[in-house]
C-alpha cells in the first residue's frame, strides 16, 4: 500500500472503531480463532467479549513496525491495566484464550462451537431488560471511566434519574408486582 492507501484506510477504520464504541446499546463480540491487531481492537471496542477456548488475541503491529490504530493504546489500559497493556502493545505477543481471560481481556470462555450461540444468548439476555436503563446503565458506565469518583457518582445519579422517571420504571415494577413479563415501552 502506499501512504496515501493507509490514510483512507485509517479514516475508514477510524470511522468503524468509532461508532462500534459510540453505539447507545451494550455490545457482544464473539470471538472464535485469531483476533489480532484490527481484530483485537474491534474486540475492546465492545462491552463483553465471549470467546472460543481455542482464540488467540493480540496487538502485534510493533512487530511490522506500526502502532495500533483502532484504539488499542487507549483501550487496553482501561479494561486490563497500564502494565499488562504495555507488555502486551510493547511485545507484539499473542496470547490464548485461557490467559486473556486471566488478563480480564475476555469476559467469558466457551467450547469453540458455542461461542457464536452463548454470545447470542447473552445479547438476548441483555436486550430482555429494560432499554431505558440498559441504555443508561451502559452511558454511566463508559463515562466514568476516566473521571474521578465523585463526577462519576454524578454520572450515575443522571443515569438513575432517566431510568426512575421513564415509563420503564413504572412497567417494571407493574411487571414484578404482577408476576409476569414486562412490556417495555422503551423499546
Same mark, same amino acid.
Not at 483485537?40 to 465492545?46: A, N, Y
Not at 497493556?85 to 458455542?114: C, H, I, S, Y
Not at 476516566?146 to 462519576?152: I, K, P, T
Not at 438513575?160 to 420503564?168: E, H, N
Given at each position: 500500500?502506499?501512504?496515501? $492507501?493507509?490514510?483512507?484506510?485509517?479514516? =475508514?477504520?477510524?470511522?468503524?472503531?468509532?461508532?462500534?464504541?459510540?453505539?447507545?446499546?451494550?455490545?457482544?463480540?464473539?470471538?472464535?480463532?485469531?483476533?489480532?491487531?484490527?481484530?483485537?481492537?474491534?474486540?475492546? /471496542? /465492545? $462491552?463483553? @467479549?465471549?470467546?472460543?477456548?481455542?482464540? @488467540?488475541?493480540?496487538?502485534?503491529?510493533?512487530?511490522?513496525?506500526? =502502532?495500533?490504530?483502532?484504539?488499542?493504546?487507549?483501550?487496553?489500559?482501561?479494561?486490563?491495566?497500564?502494565?499488562?497493556?504495555?507488555?502486551?502493545?510493547?511485545?507484539?505477543?499473542?496470547?490464548?484464550?485461557?490467559?486473556?481471560?486471566?488478563?480480564?481481556? =475476555?469476559?467469558?470462555?466457551?467450547?469453540?462451537?458455542? @461461542?457464536?450461540?452463548?454470545?447470542?444468548?447473552?445479547?438476548?439476555?441483555?436486550?430482555?431488560?429494560?432499554?431505558?436503563? @440498559?441504555?443508561?446503565?451502559?452511558?454511566?458506565?463508559?463515562?466514568?471511566?476516566?473521571?474521578?469518583?465523585?463526577?462519576?457518582?454524578?454520572?450515575?445519579?443522571?443515569?438513575?434519574?432517566?431510568?426512575?422517571?421513564? $415509563?420503564?420504571?413504572?412497567?417494571?415494577?407493574?411487571?414484578?408486582?404482577?408476576?409476569?413479563?414486562?412490556?417495555?415501552?422503551?423499546?
Amino acid at each position: 500500500m502506499r501512504d496515501r $492507501d493507509f490514510m483512507a484506510q485509517r479514516l =475508514v477504520f477510524r470511522r468503524m472503531f468509532d461508532a462500534v464504541r459510540e453505539l447507545p446499546v451494550p455490545t457482544v463480540a464473539a470471538v472464535r480463532g485469531w483476533a489480532l491487531g484490527g481484530g483485537m481492537e474491534l474486540m475492546l /471496542c /465492545c $462491552d463483553l @467479549v465471549v470467546a472460543a477456548e481455542d482464540a @488467540v488475541v493480540g496487538v502485534p503491529e510493533v512487530t511490522l513496525g506500526i =502502532v495500533p490504530g483502532g484504539g488499542a493504546t487507549q483501550l487496553l489500559a482501561k479494561r486490563i491495566g497500564y502494565g499488562k497493556a504495555a507488555d502486551l502493545l510493547f511485545t507484539g505477543r499473542k496470547v490464548p484464550a485461557t490467559e486473556a481471560e486471566r488478563l480480564g481481556l =475476555v469476559d467469558r470462555l466457551v467450547p469453540a462451537d458455542d @461461542v457464536r450461540a452463548q454470545a447470542l444468548e447473552l445479547a438476548e439476555r441483555i436486550a430482555a431488560n429494560s432499554p431505558v436503563a @440498559v441504555r443508561n446503565a451502559r452511558n454511566a458506565l463508559r463515562r466514568s471511566l476516566d473521571v474521578d469518583l465523585a463526577a462519576g457518582l454524578d454520572i450515575e445519579d443522571s443515569a438513575w434519574r432517566a431510568a426512575v422517571f421513564s $415509563d420503564d420504571r413504572a412497567e417494571g415494577v407493574a411487571a414484578f408486582v404482577e408476576r409476569r413479563p414486562a412490556q417495555w415501552p422503551g423499546h
